[in-house]
C-alpha cells in the first residue's frame, strides 16, 4: 500500500521542521509538501494530491479557520487537521473548526514539547484518517426490510468522527419537523458540548438543548446526551417518555457518551416507533443498539460510506444487515418523511 502523504501548513519552521520528524522513519506516511501560509498551500494543491493536511490556525494573511472551506474545496477529499495552539480542546475555534468539516483537532504543544505522547497521538490519527474506507470502492451491502409496523414516534441520532457537520446538514434537512423528539449522542469530551449545542443550533430551527435529567420529552427539539454521561429514554406515564442521563459504561465501549445505551432504550421505551441513524465514526458503536431496535419492529439507516469521514460505526451497522438505507446526511429527511408516514 502507497505511503500515505501529507502537507503540513504552519508558518512556523520550527514547527514544520518538528512535525517532519516525526514522521521521517516512517514508511507508512512521507511528508509530500510544506507550506508557510494558505496562498502556498492552495497553489500546491491545484497540481498535487494528499491524503492528510495539517493546518495551523494563527498564520500571516489567512488564518487557518477562515480558509478551511477553500482547503476542503482544493484538497479532492484529503482529510484536514487542525494542529494549532489556538484549537485548545473545548475552545469556540475548535468546534468551529469540526462544524466547518475538519475531521479532527489537535492542540499544538509548545516549542520543545514534540514528545512521545504528542508523536504517537499525532501519527495515529493521520493513520486513522488517511487510510479512510472511501479510497475503496464500497461493497453491496444487504439491506434491511422496513416493518409494516413502522410508525415513526422517536429518532435518535449517533455519531463520532466527523459528524458535526454532517448532523449540521441533517438537521438542515429537518425543518420539515417530523413531529417527534430526537436524541443525539455525538463522541464529544465534556469540554466540547457548549459549544457543540450553540453551533449545532444555528443549523437547524429545532430547539437544541444538551439533555436534563428527568425532562420530559418534546417532538420537534434536540436533545444532546452530556458530555461524559449516556442519554437514555424511559416511558412515564399518559404516554410520556422522560430523559435519563447515566455515567454508566456500556460494557467494553469507551465512549461515553455511548450510542448503543440510547439506541437501546429507545427500543424499550419506543418499540417500532424507534428511527435509529448511525453517522460517520470510528469503531463499532451503534451496532448493538441497531439491533435492538431492529428487534423490536424499528428502522435503522446510515451514512454512506462516499460521504463519511470515517466509515467504521456506519459500516459496522450496515455490514451486520440492519440498516435500511445506506444515504448521505442530505437525502436522510426526504427517507425519513417517505417512511415515517409524517406528512413533509
Not at 83 to 97: H, I, K
Not at 102 to 122: H, M, Q
Not at 322 to 342: C, K
Request: proline share 6%; glycine share 10%.
Amino acid at each position: 500500500m502507497p505511503a500515505l502523504r501529507v502537507l503540513v501548513v504552519d508558518d512556523s519552521l520550527v514547527v514544520r521542521s518538528a512535525v517532519e520528524k516525526i514522521f521521517a522513519n516512517r514508511s507508512d506516511v512521507v511528508i509530500a509538501a510544506k507550506a508557510s501560509n494558505i496562498r502556498v498551500a492552495l497553489a500546491y494543491l491545484e497540481d498535487n494530491m494528499v491524503d492528510v493536511i495539517l493546518l495551523d490556525h494563527e498564520m500571516p494573511g489567512r488564518n487557518g479557520l477562515d480558509a478551511l472551506p477553500d482547503v476542503l474545496k482544493a484538497c479532492h477529499g484529503a482529510r484536514v487537521i487542525m494542529l494549532s495552539g489556538y484549537c485548545a480542546e473545548g475552545s469556540q475555534n475548535a468546534v468551529q473548526a469540526l462544524a466547518n468539516g475538519a475531521s479532527d483537532v489537535i492542540l499544538k504543544p509548545g516549542i520543545g514539547d514534540y514528545r512521545t505522547a504528542f508523536s504517537e497521538n499525532l501519527v495515529d490519527r493521520v493513520l486513522r484518517l488517511g487510510a479512510r474506507p472511501g479510497k475503496r470502492a464500497q461493497s453491496a451491502v444487504p439491506l434491511h426490510s422496513i416493518s409494516p409496523e413502522f410508525q415513526l414516534r422517536c429518532i435518535g441520532i449517533g455519531a463520532s468522527t466527523g459528524g458535526i457537520p454532517a448532523l449540521s446538514t441533517l438537521l438542515k434537512g429537518a425543518q420539515l419537523k417530523f413531529n417527534v423528539p430526537i436524541l443525539l449522542t455525538q463522541h464529544l469530551p465534556t469540554d466540547f458540548m457548549h459549544h457543540f449545542a450553540t453551533q449545532l443550533a444555528r443549523a437547524t430551527d429545532l430547539p437544541v438543548d444538551i439533555a436534563r435529567h428527568g425532562e420530559r420529552l418534546r417532538n420537534n427539539h434536540v436533545y444532546i446526551a452530556p458530555g461524559g454521561h449516556n442519554l437514555l429514554c424511559v416511558p412515564r406515564g399518559r404516554g410520556g417518555v422522560e430523559a435519563v442521563i447515566s455515567d454508566d459504561r456500556d460494557g467494553d465501549m469507551q465512549s461515553l457518551p455511548a450510542v448503543n445505551p440510547m439506541f437501546r432504550s429507545m427500543a424499550e421505551s419506543y418499540g417500532s416507533g424507534a428511527l435509529g441513524i448511525v453517522l460517520t465514526g470510528m469503531g463499532r458503536d451503534g451496532t448493538d443498539g441497531a439491533r435492538a431496535i431492529v428487534n423490536a419492529g424499528g428502522t435503522v439507516i446510515v451514512q454512506d460510506q462516499d460521504s463519511a469521514v470515517i466509515w467504521g460505526m456506519p459500516g459496522s451497522v450496515s455490514k451486520a444487515g440492519l440498516a435500511a438505507a445506506v444515504l448521505p446526511p442530505e437525502q436522510m429527511p426526504a427517507f425519513i418523511s417517505q417512511y415515517s408516514r409524517i406528512a413533509a
